[in-house]
């Protein structure tokens, strides 16, 4: 069974500034997917950032980036220029991959979450 | 494109009574996933349906809930005799099928169900 975990309940960084959430998770699988999805508190889940295992490029969307480390099973997120609207829960999640063209089978594992407040 | 469709936003029930949670895939999505959030937590996966299929009920208790995916209509959500500790918000996501999918999933705004 796979597990994931974000150690930081709440963080906080100021307007225009950098922060970074923190995900490890374990598995004995080789073909996964890593995610991290935005909560806001309108409660509706939103992508942020998809990883694959097989990449060894992290994955980058506009001012969110990750840094996947594979060996430490750690798959952080960086966000730059934070922005009001950030303000939400962030959770990192887990998915097999089907082994079938690399797409994944969507039973994903979330972690506990981080609550991310921006500050004006 | 219509999203993910979930109702009722909110449902109240009484201890004892059933409640039932619809959800409405995005248009051209044969998959649906339902989770359940408890307060403070992340989500949990319940159950992943096709049409007519139940795939996957994995983490879905095995006494009280069922869910469904007809041919026609929404997916069904439904919890009998409900509980206190079933008081959660769950929420329902979607998939296009096997060979489109890029793994991500489409969410709808979730049922807050509680039970008194």
């Known amino acids: 069974a796979q597990t994931v975990t974000q150690s930081q309940p709440e963080m906080s960084v100021q307007e225009a500034e950098t922060v970074t959430l923190s995900c490890t998770y374990d598995t004995s699988e080789n073909n996964y997917y890593l995610f991290w999805y935005k909560q806001p508190p309108s409660r509706q889940m939103i992508l942020v950032i998809r990883?694959?295992?097989?990449?060894?490029q992290n994955a980058t969307e506009n001012r969110f980036s990750v840094n996947f480390q594979k060996a430490a099973k750690s798959f952080s997120l960086k966000i730059s220029d934070s922005q009001l609207g950030d303000t939400a829960m962030y959770f990192c999640a887990f998915a097999k991959g089907d082994g079938a063209g690399g797409t994944s089978y969507g039973k994903l594992t979330f972690g506990q979450g981080t609550i991310l407040t921006v500050h004006p | 494109n219509a999203g993910v469709m979930q109702n009722p936003r909110h449902l109240v029930r009484r201890r004892g009574q059933e409640a039932r949670l619809r959800c409405s895939p995005m248009?051209?999505?044969?998959?649906v996933y339902w989770y359940r959030q408890l307060p403070e937590e992340g989500l949990k996966f319940m159950v992943y349906?096709?049409?007519?299929?139940?795939?996957?009920e994995s983490g879905m208790p095995k006494e009280r809930f069922s869910a469904e995916f007809p041919k026609e209509g929404p997916s069904i959500l439904r919890i009998q005799q409900v509980v206190r500790g079933d008081s959660a918000a769950y929420f329902c996501?979607?998939?296009?099928?096997?060979?489109?999918?890029?793994?991500?999933?489409?969410f709808g705004e979730g049922s807050r169900l509680t039970v008194l």
């Open positions: 349906l096709q049409k007519e299929n139940i795939i996957d």
């Open positions: 248009k051209g999505h044969s998959h």
């Open positions: 996501a979607s998939s296009p099928p096997r060979g489109q999918n890029t793994g991500e999933l489409f």
């Open positions: 990883q694959e295992a097989y990449k060894q």
